[in-house]
């Protein structure tokens, strides 16, 4: 997905609102919450050149989030997304993990679009249901 799709959908559907594209700019990733109850949405969004990704933000390895700080995903040079809780390393690209205990697996990637400026969850989506699959077993 890159800007020009957004030309392509002008409605702005603001209960799908990820964020704003400007939001990336500070770190090169943001970490989203949407929908409500114990096990809403949870995912992030990552800047890779002039595209923009999105995944549930839970490692393939043990389930944790990705992150330990709000809105910090990358390594230290922005080139990767770092599971900062046993250093797992997955391409901003295609989710795929590329080091680390799940190597060869991948980010569940969550679609996206983007509409004048904003990170929208794609239309084809359905938030509730991304979340429920997310969620832990019980
Ligand atoms: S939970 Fe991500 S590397 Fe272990």
């Given at each position: 997905?890159?800007?020009?799709?957004?030309?392509?959908?002008?409605?702005?559907?603001?209960?799908?609102?990820?964020?704003?594209?400007?939001?990336?700019?500070?770190?090169?990733?943001?970490?989203?919450?949407?929908?409500?109850?114990?096990?809403?949405?949870?995912?992030?969004?990552?800047?890779?050149?002039?595209?923009?990704?999105?995944?549930?933000?839970?490692?393939?390895?043990?389930?944790?989030?990705?992150?330990?700080?709000?809105?910090?995903?990358?390594t230290?040079?922005?080139?990767l997304i770092l599971c900062?809780?046993?250093g797992a390393l997955f391409?901003?690209?295609?989710?795929?993990c590329l080091a680390g205990?799940?190597?060869?697996?991948?980010?569940?990637?969550?679609?996206?679009?983007?509409?004048?400026?904003?990170?929208?969850?794609?239309?084809?989506?359905?938030?509730?249901?991304?979340?429920?699959?997310?969620?832990?077993?019980?």
């Amino acid at each position: 997905m890159s800007d020009a799709d957004s030309a392509q959908s002008p409605v702005l559907d603001v209960e799908r609102v990820v964020c704003r594209l400007s939001d990336l700019d500070e770190h090169g990733s943001r970490a989203f919450t949407i929908g409500r109850g114990d096990w809403p949405l949870r995912g992030l969004v990552v800047k890779a050149g002039s595209e923009v990704r999105g995944y549930i933000n839970s490692c393939p390895h043990a389930g944790h989030p990705l992150n330990l700080r709000p809105h910090q995903f990358l390594t230290a040079d922005g080139a990767l997304i770092l599971c900062c809780s046993h250093g797992a390393l997955f391409e901003k690209l295609t989710g795929f993990c590329l080091a680390g205990p799940c190597a060869g697996r991948s980010l569940r990637p969550i679609p996206l679009q983007l509409v004048s400026g904003f990170v929208l969850l794609a239309d084809s989506v359905a938030a509730d249901k991304l979340a429920d699959d997310a969620a832990p077993l019980p």
